[in-house]
């Protein structure tokens, strides 16, 4: 069957730095995305990786390992908006996302 | 960026009656727009899939005639739940993906979500 494992919380400190880890597996794969999703609003879309490596943007970055079935999503100099659900997703081989339960992050001052 | 809208953003209505919900993407060309409920403190669930001009697809269990969907134009999709009940209470989400002609650009951009209380 198709899996998507993420821890379902998280939690750290203000200024700090935080990676959260996802393992898939899925029928075929065409990319892996990342969304963060606060209470009550609909996902926002934060990456995609569909090559192996390290995907920076901003205070956010991305990193693919195809061959593992594995992704992080690194978090830095969090800040307080920060707190919220993290949410993995991959593209299975006929474009159907496939969604992990979401990371709940929280962030203490 | 890419837009999407949803209307209304809350609906409350009695048991037995029908709601509709628009999706709309408003600067882009949507050719597959997909339909997810999301139950408090779970995952989003997948509930059809919709491309312009042709029948829903409907993830299983999903009731296709409680649930009618409509992607009548590139740039509009509709969910109707149909003599709705208390169970249905949910949000509603809908995305669409914009196909460009990179895949790296091929991504799905959500609306803002329903979120419909039935009496």
Redesign the interface.
């Known amino acids: 069957g198709q899996n998507i494992d993420q821890p379902t919380e998280m939690t750290a400190t203000e200024g700090a730095i935080v990676q959260i880890n996802c393992t898939y597996q899925t029928s075929g794969f065409?990319?892996l995305?990342w969304?963060q999703q606060h209470a009550?609003?609909?996902?926002?879309?934060l990456s995609?990786n569909?090559l192996d490596g390290l995907e920076e943007k901003g205070r956010f970055s991305s990193f693919l390992s195809r061959s593992k079935g594995y992704s992080y999503l690194l978090l830095k100099e969090l800040q307080m908006k920060d707190s919220a659900s993290y949410?993995c997703a991959a593209w299975d081989s006929n474009?159907?996302?496939i969604?992990?339960?979401?990371t709940k992050l929280i962030i203490k001052p | 960026g890419a837009v999407v809208s949803q209307h209304p953003s809350w609906v409350i209505c009695k048991s037995g009656t029908s709601v509709k919900i628009e999706c709309r993407s408003l600067d882009f060309q949507a050719t597959t727009m997909?339909w997810y409920r999301q139950f408090p403190k779970?995952?989003?669930?997948?509930m059809a899939?919709s491309n312009e001009g042709s029948k829903a697809t409907y993830e299983q269990g999903v009731e296709k005639d409680k649930f009618l969907i409509n992607h009548a134009s590139l740039t509009l999709s509709t969910l109707t739940v149909t003599s709705a009940h208390p169970e249905d209470s949910s949000?509603y989400?809908c995305s669409a993906?914009r196909l460009a002609g990179a895949?790296?650009t091929?991504?799905?951009?959500?609306?803002?979500?329903t979120?419909l209380t039935v009496l």
């Open positions: 065409n990319g995305f969304y009550g609003e609909a996902p926002t879309f995609y569909v949410l474009y159907q996302l969604w992990g339960a979401g | 997909f779970q995952s989003l669930m997948l899939t949000f989400i993906r895949i790296l091929d991504t799905q951009y959500f609306g803002p979500g979120r």
